[in-house]
């Protein structure tokens, strides 16, 4: 059974960090696409970033670039998001994605919440 374990999720400062965490199973995690989504109150999903387990390369949305970073543990199967320099507007839930390069999607996690306010 494939399952996709976020946690790390909170309430930051603006300008504060945080650090997600996706522990994956059941499947080929060393090999796979791994991304971080996300879901804003009222709004519709927005592709954080993604990274290629296997030659580490890994790809941002312009609004997170250079304040998220994306990376993954293949011996602990496990995904990481660290966000820093936190704005209110990163206010979502934050889902794990993943899958094979055909299907990167095909697994999700049940989601954490991150809040940013004062």
């Known amino acids: 059974e494939v399952q996709l374990v976020e946690s790390g999720g909170g309430l930051a400062q603006p300008g504060g960090s945080l650090r997600l965490s996706c522990a994956a199973s059941?499947?080929?995690?060393?090999?796979?696409?791994m991304s971080w989504v996300r879901q804003a109150p009222g709004k519709g999903l927005e592709w954080v970033s993604s990274i290629y387990s296997h030659s580490s390369n890994t790809y941002y949305a312009d609004s997170v670039k250079s304040r998220f970073t994306i990376s993954t543990d293949n011996a602990k199967n496990t995904l990481y998001l660290q966000m820093n320099s936190l704005k209110p507007e990163d206010t979502a839930v934050f889902y794990c994605?993943?899958?094979?390069?055909?299907?990167?999607?095909?697994?999700w996690g049940q989601g954490t919440q991150v809040t940013v306010s004062s």
């Open positions: 994605a993943g899958g094979d390069y055909a299907t990167p999607y095909a697994y």
């Open positions: 059941g499947f080929t995690f060393s090999s796979s696409v």
